[in-house]
């Protein structure tokens, strides 16, 4: 059984930081099928299209029938522990660091047998539920759970590294002007962040919404305009040791394409706001963030996006607005990158249309902002790197992934 | 016994068992250990250079040299050439190559040599680098290396077969007693069962006296027809019969048996002797618990029965199962590919009475075993070999 964690204690500001380590990296270009699953929170084995049989490591050929159509599909989880072994000498630093490490190897119910990380509560001869996790590298492995809940199960220091759990951490929400950013602090509070930092630019002025943020216990205003560069270094050389996880609800959404506008004022607000703005926030908190991912209970662990679908495919109704998004989504991988030898997640929410004024003509179905913040916690929990919210961005992503040109030409309407 | 459709080994035999004693770190190349295995088996054999006509070379530190740029390196001009990268496979693998390159007359003096390096850093990369499986499936789970692999599948065959910590505890220390007669084992200290029990943890159920050390160090011989050995006056041992298996028995979820038990009838019916014959048993010995498995698979006891085996008897070089003379890899170091050679070489000494302080009274058939290649989650590569001595 787990023992749950404690609360960190204050940070002695004389100690040295401990740097963050990343686990072994490299890996054949056909295993990031399982990269690419785990990045949705998917179990997949390669399954051969020619017998049917599942295999595992990745393999460019079928062992049972050397077919090469090995096709990445959902598989069955449920395995049995074999035998488990306790690394107590790594010979890797993130490893050593980390030691006792425990590994196990799993004889899953469809053939294979993987070798993986194993929750403290898996029992050997016992039944485990495999899942596909990112690991501090941000690549793939395996993850053996026990198939029934287990108390404090969340707490397992394994699953804490390939996870960016919200509790006892610090989270910035960088608009609390917005409904999103609002219903985002409620979450992230219900959810055990010890302090939610919430970003208002111009605090003096009063906003709808207002009473559910001031005077409550562990929510802080703090003044933010992600827009303006000073700001957020201003903010950042404030609180920007403390920031776990950043949830960047930056929004700016005005309807409209290229023709029917004239000149580039809108577009230039777009930018500014969208783009530029994640450019300040990441300028000012990334740095920190990337130093911090192995400090402990409450080392820094995520940065999330909240994007449109859009950004996938342009949708000509709301197209310079898609085109920024878009900018947003390319900047992310860039930062996701820049952020990986510290073992810091970047996790891209992409939503339909949200439930809120400038979406006021779009028919429905829409996101309530509930569900988004939902799904942000949700995500952190599970260490999640991409998440589709609601039904028009899952019916996106599976038409473009069916044809891109289809999509593109029936947005256009 | 099932009768063999392989060709016998008519006329082959293997000469000049050369070992360059092993250091824990060594700050010179791969190429410069083998390079000395080379210049002491043509010392050993009073040949020239010149002479040698085959290569095989194993190694796991050559960087970007294989066996062609050693002919360069080392001005040997072969016409016969191969490098063998099967890690405790390797010496079986290349003795059987060569013992056909020679029987042939594809060649008439090969030399097999295997060296390694051990730089301060260079294990940590042999591990990180050990094959795609290891790096995409393995490597990223701990990076415990063949220790975590190999606990898995100790764990399981121990609770599998009612095997104690003593039992495999008894080869170790059996083999150390055998080292401290070796004076260029790397291990010098005397070991107890009960230091053995008291080691610390590596990866459970595997703790630090089932771990070799790894070292620096080379290890050679020749393999020759008889009437070239007679010409030249040196001593050779015949080679009676060998197997090789790679990824057997894929289906058995855990390693619990290695590629032995496929081919092990063959093995004696071809060297035309049974297992109680043998004088002297060298196995693969990177872990107790895989010696074990092979006096099981190699049908010196049933499978199962490997702990009440080891229990039954005294495998010292005085014992009545004189096992890994030498000290094995667990005492005189592991050597990188030229831990495949170590027990093949020791072998050879000993059916050729010439192992000095390790010689086991009248030894005159011997067994060699191999295995290596954790590539995922079990060995997979396996052989065996007999050879008989002068005497015999």
């Known amino acids: 059984m787990i023992e749950q964690i404690k609360p960190p204690r204050r940070k002695n500001p004389l100690l040295r930081t401990r740097l963050p380590a990343s686990p072994p990296r490299p890996r054949s270009r056909i295993s990031h099928g399982f990269t690419r699953a785990a990045a949705e929170g998917r179990f997949m084995l390669q399954r051969c299209e020619a017998c049917g049989a599942f295999t595992y490591p990745a393999r460019e050929a079928c062992p049972s029938c050397l077919s090469a159509g090995l096709a990445f599909v959902d598989a069955p989880r449920r395995g049995v522990l074999l035998a488990e072994t306790t690394a107590r000498v790594p010979s890797d630093v993130y490893f050593r660091e980390r030691a006792p490490w425990r590994i196990g190897l799993i004889k899953m119910d469809c053939g294979p047998t993987i070798v993986a990380h194993l929750h403290a509560d898996c029992a050997e001869g016992a039944a485990v539920s495999m899942s596909l996790q990112l690991d501090k590298s941000g690549q793939a492995v395996a993850f053996a759970h026990p198939e029934a809940e287990t108390p404090n199960m969340a707490d397992d220091k394994q699953w804490r590294e390939m996870t960016a759990d919200p509790k006892f951490r610090r989270v910035l929400v960088t608009n609390g002007r917005s409904v999103i950013g609002q219903e985002a602090v409620a979450a992230l509070k219900a959810a055990g962040a010890k302090t939610v930092f919430v970003g208002i630019a111009e605090p003096w002025r009063p906003f709808a919404g207002e009473e559910r943020l001031r005077g409550q216990d562990g929510i802080e205003i703090v003044t933010l305009d992600a827009a303006d560069e000073k700001s957020a270094t201003d903010l950042a050389a404030d609180i920007g040791g403390k920031v776990d996880i950043l949830v960047n609800t930056t929004e700016y959404v005005r309807p409209g394409g290229l023709l029917d506008r004239r000149g580039t004022s809108i577009a230039r607000d777009e930018i500014d706001q969208a783009y530029l703005g994640f450019i300040n926030l990441a300028q000012a908190f990334g740095p920190a963030m990337r130093m911090r991912g192995a400090d402990g209970i409450n080392s820094s662990a995520a940065w999330v996006n909240i994007l449109s679908v859009y950004a996938l495919a342009n949708w000509p109704a709301f197209g310079a607005y898609s085109a920024s998004q878009a900018a947003c989504l390319s900047l992310s991988h860039c930062l996701r990158a820049e952020l990986r030898p510290g073992g810091v997640r970047v996790m891209n929410l992409f939503t339909g249309p949200v439930d809120t004024e400038w979406f006021q003509t779009v028919p429905p179905p829409k996101v309530a902002p509930r569900a988004i913040a939902q799904a942000i916690v949700s995500g952190l929990k599970n260490g999640l790197e991409e998440m589709y919210v609601g039904d028009v961005a899952e019916e996106i992503r599976q038409r473009l992934a069916a044809n891109p040109k289809a999509l593109e030409r029936e947005l256009d309407r | ?392």
């Not at chain 2, 360069?72 to 890690?87: A, M």
């Open chain 2, 1 to 392: 016994m099932t009768n063999t459709l392989r060709a016998p080994y008519d006329g082959v035999v293997i000469a000049a068992p050369v070992t360059i004693p092993y250091v824990r770190y060594s700050i010179e190349s791969a190429q410069w250990w083998i390079g000395r295995a080379l210049s002491a088996l043509v010392a050993q054999a009073g040949i020239k250079a010149s002479d040698i006509d085959g290569l095989c070379v194993s190694s796991f530190t050559m960087g970007t040299d294989s066996g062609i740029g050693l002919t360069q390196h080392f001005g040997l001009c072969v016409r016969w050439l191969d490098t063998i990268p099967l890690g405790g496979a390797s010496a079986i693998a290349a003795l059987r190559k060569a013992a056909r390159a020679v029987q042939a007359r594809d060649a008439d003096i090969v030399a097999c040599v295997a060296g390694d390096t051990n730089h301060v850093d260079s294990f940590r990369l042999t591990l990180e680098n050990f094959s795609r499986f290891n790096q995409d499936a393995v490597y990223p789970y701990g990076a415990a290396g063949a220790n975590a692999s190999f606990a898995l599948i100790a764990r399981n065959y121990m609770r599998m077969f009612g095997v104690a910590r003593e039992d495999v505890g008894k080869i170790a220390v059996a083999q150390r007693a055998n080292a401290l007669r070796n004076p260029h084992a790397l291990m010098k200290a005397p070991l107890t069962l009960e230091q053995y029990l008291a080691a610390r943890p590596i990866s459970d159920p595997i703790h630090l006296f089932d771990c070799v050390m790894p070292c620096a160090g080379a290890e050679a011989f020749l393999v020759m027809r008889d009437e070239t050995a007679s010409s030249l006056k040196l001593p050779a041992a015949r080679l009676l019969s060998t197997i090789e298996r790679h990824n057997a028995f894929a289906d058995d979820p855990m390693q619990v048996r290695g590629g032995w038990a496929m081919d092990v009838d063959e093995l004696y019916a071809m060297a035309g002797v049974k297992p109680d014959d043998l004088d002297v048993v060298q196995t693969y010995d990177d872990y107790p618990v895989i010696t074990m498995m092979q006096f099981e698979d190699l049908g010196f006891c049933k499978k199962g029965e490997g702990a009440e085996f080891v229990r039954q008897h005294d495998l010292t070089i005085d014992g009545d199962f004189p096992h890994n003379t030498s000290g094995g890899q667990l005492s005189v170091g592991q050597a990188g590919a030229a831990g495949a050679y170590l027990g093949l070489v020791e072998g050879l000494r000993q059916v050729l009475g010439s192992a000095g302080p390790t010689q086991v009274r009248n030894a005159s058939l011997a067994l060699a075993s191999g295995f290596g290649m954790i590539n995922y989650d079990r060995g997979l590569a396996s052989g065996a070999a007999i050879l008989a001595g002068p005497s015999r």
